[in-house]
């Protein structure tokens, strides 16, 4: 292509000067990645998120696909994408990476969505891509108070604590499935004590502010409930694995219910 003519103040032992826009760390990132003989890894694995955005900008002006991929898995290293999932979206809606804006979506899901702390990123992306976060942020944190507060997906009454004999306690009624006996809808009624109401509704509220099956098998929480049903001398021989199982199972309701809510995405 025509250059422009040269002067002595864009030539350097008779060699021409071409001024980049890019920092020099992001260069050296760049030939890292474009020269094998130097190691890759020595570079782009110590770089900060702002650097690896930087390095994006480059891969796209220099339409550079192979570095566009590669940094992209660098956006979604697990120290980044755990600790500054916001970051992590911004930068993947900024760049069109649908896979990594979803799953930084879905890390948020375990904190609060927005917080005090300002982040620059933000000024990456529109109005519609936050808010169709917060849509999707809402609809997850719904779903898993529902599957807390909704007893239907409970498709066993044969957990020990489920009509246990020993009244003593004080026992409530819930309607945790539907009946075999009624074909037409009608829930089959059963007994459960107040610790595991007490469980359930702790965990709801837990929930609310982390949204994962990590916040259903809590160790404080599971352990104060299991203390709890192990009062009970009817319960007592089989409670802790029946409620092992049941927490297990209320885990995975909670993730089928959040895998179901698909992010609204418009690259």
């Not at 982040?119 to 609809?139: F, V, W």
């Not at 909704?150 to 066993?156: E, F, N």
């Not at 965990?203 to 599971?222: E, F, H, I, N, Q």
């Amino acid at each position: 292509m025509p250059q422009p003519p040269l002067d002595d103040g864009n030539l350097k032992e008779d060699l021409p000067i071409v001024d980049l826009t890019e920092s020099a760390a992001t260069i050296l990132s760049l030939l890292c990645f474009a020269y094998p003989a130097i190691n890759p890894t020595d570079v782009l694995g110590t770089l900060s998120l702002s650097q690896i955005t930087d390095l994006l900008h480059a891969a796209v002006k220099y339409d550079i696909e192979g570095l566009q991929t590669h940094a992209l898995k660098l956006l979604i290293k697990p120290h980044f994408i755990v600790t500054e999932p916001l970051r992590i979206y911004a930068i993947a809606c900024r760049f069109r990476a649908e896979k990594e804006a979803r799953m930084a979506a879905k890390q948020m899901l375990c904190r609060p969505l927005l917080t005090d702390q300002y982040i620059d990123e933000l000024e990456m992306i529109d109005a519609g891509s936050l808010y169709r976060l917060q849509s999707y942020h809402k609809r997850c944190t719904e779903a898993a108070a529902e599957v807390a507060r909704g007893h239907t997906w409970i498709r066993t009454a044969t957990y020990t604590f489920f009509e246990c004999k020993n009244h003593d306690g004080g026992m409530t009624t819930i309607s945790p499935q539907p009946s075999r006996k009624y074909p037409y809808g009608y829930h089959l009624d059963v007994h459960v004590h107040g610790w595991w109401l007490d469980f359930m509704e702790k965990t709801r509220l837990a929930l609310s502010t982390a949204v994962a099956a990590s916040t259903v098998t809590d160790l404080g929480r599971v352990m104060e409930a299991a203390v709890a049903a192990g009062k009970c001398p009817e319960c007592q021989p089989r409670v802790a694995s029946d409620f092992h199982a049941f927490v297990r199972l209320f885990a995975e309701e909670v993730e089928d219910r959040i895998s179901q809510i698909e992010l609204e995405l418009r690259f």
